[in-house]
């Protein structure tokens, strides 16, 4: 949400863990609203994200609603 305060065209998400700080429905639902398609959201899981799915799901889903990537860089 602190990106979205910037006139950017796209925001780069770098993380290696779920969300925590809310229910992962409720932040895309935040998300994609406060965005209303103005930027590209890309998401970029790093570590061990495959042993994560939820996470892959979050960041799939995240990228897709805002006309994004997602991809996973593992070790």
Known sequence: LEALKYDAEAILLLTD???TDALPQ???RR???ENAG???IHAVAIGE???QPELILFLQALARLNRGAF???DK
């Open 71 to 73: 991809v996973g860089v």
């Open 38 to 40: 103005r930027a590209e």
């Open 17 to 19: 863990g779920a969300p």
């Open 31 to 33: 998300v994609t609203a």
């Open 49 to 51: 994200y495959n042993a």
């Open 26 to 28: 409720d932040i895309l």
